[in-house]
């Protein structure tokens, strides 16, 4: 696991939060209340490692998607008509 230091500026509201999260596990610090907060709730929004299915699908999607279309680049005009803007 790599780490990155991060400086954060935080409302009233979560500081609270993970005030709390360090008290009710014991943590050192809210840094640590962070990553337990995260660790408790992050599956909901991202998986923490993609699956080998996910994987073989995008390899799949973008190996057809260049056989039938090669490395052609789309103009902003074609995006922009494709989109509907």
Same mark, same amino acid.
Request: glycine share 10%; proline share 0%.
């Given at each position: 696991m790599s780490e990155v230091t991060l400086?954060? %500026? &935080?409302?009233?509201?979560?500081? %609270? @939060?993970?005030? &709390? @999260? !360090?008290?009710?596990?014991?943590? %050192?610090?809210?840094?640590?209340?962070?990553r337990k907060f995260v660790e408790m709730n992050g599956d909901s929004i991202l998986e923490r490692e993609v699956s080998e299915d996910v994987v073989r699908s995008v390899i799949s999607t973008s190996k057809a998607h260049i056989k039938k279309h090669g490395m052609r680049k789309?103009?902003?005009?074609?995006?922009? !008509?494709?989109?509907?803007?």
């Open positions: 400086n954060l %500026r &935080v409302d009233g509201y979560t500081n %609270r @939060v993970l005030g &709390v @999260v !360090k008290e009710m596990f014991g943590l %050192r610090d809210k840094s640590e209340a962070l789309m103009s902003l005009k074609e995006l922009d !008509k494709l989109t509907g803007l």
